[in-house]
């Protein structure tokens, strides 16, 4: 069986970047179980296991574009402190859900200068290229439910 479109894929990886520095891993832990075609995984990692078969060993290297993008000026903005009504402090690096111009998203505080907040939407990976070191663990057909919902239903999910 190969990986392909409706298909429920679990893997285990290794993220780095160019340095080398590990920025994630599921090593250790549950491997990673996601639906194949559904833009559940960024686009480059997607299509770096597109067809390939369980016990398959392999290391991509991902441009911005593929991963997480590029930064983008626009997702960095200033924006009152009046914005955060109910939170005491507000420090850098702080991280809040919000509404963002592609939907929910998180941003993070980067600045704060008096009443002035600056706030980063772009994903902390944006702009890095990044490397995963992946091996595949299984595969199945996905559930009729799983393909309708566009996602894996696992121990966690609530529908």
Avoid: W
């Amino acid at each position: 069986m190969q990986v392909a479109e409706n298909m429920a894929v679990s893997i285990h990886y290794t993220l780095t970047n160019d340095e080398g520095e590990v920025l994630d891993s599921s090593i250790g832990d549950e491997a990673l179980v996601y639906l194949h075609g559904m833009g559940n995984i960024i686009s480059g990692l997607e299509k770096a296991l597109h067809g390939k078969a369980v016990g398959d060993k392999f290391n991509v290297r991902l441009a911005p574009e593929d991963a997480y993008g590029e930064q983008s000026d626009e997702m960095i903005q200033v924006i009152p402190r009046e914005m955060f009504d109910g939170i005491d402090e507000v420090e850098v690096g702080m991280q809040f859900h919000a509404d963002v111009s592609s939907g929910s998203g998180v941003v993070t505080v980067v600045k704060v200068d008096g009443d002035e907040i600056t706030i980063d939407g772009n994903h902390p990976m944006a702009g890095m290229a990044l490397t995963f070191d992946v091996e595949v663990m299984d595969i199945r057909p996905a559930t009729a439910e799983e393909a309708s919902h566009g996602h894996i239903h696992g121990a966690d999910c609530h529908h």
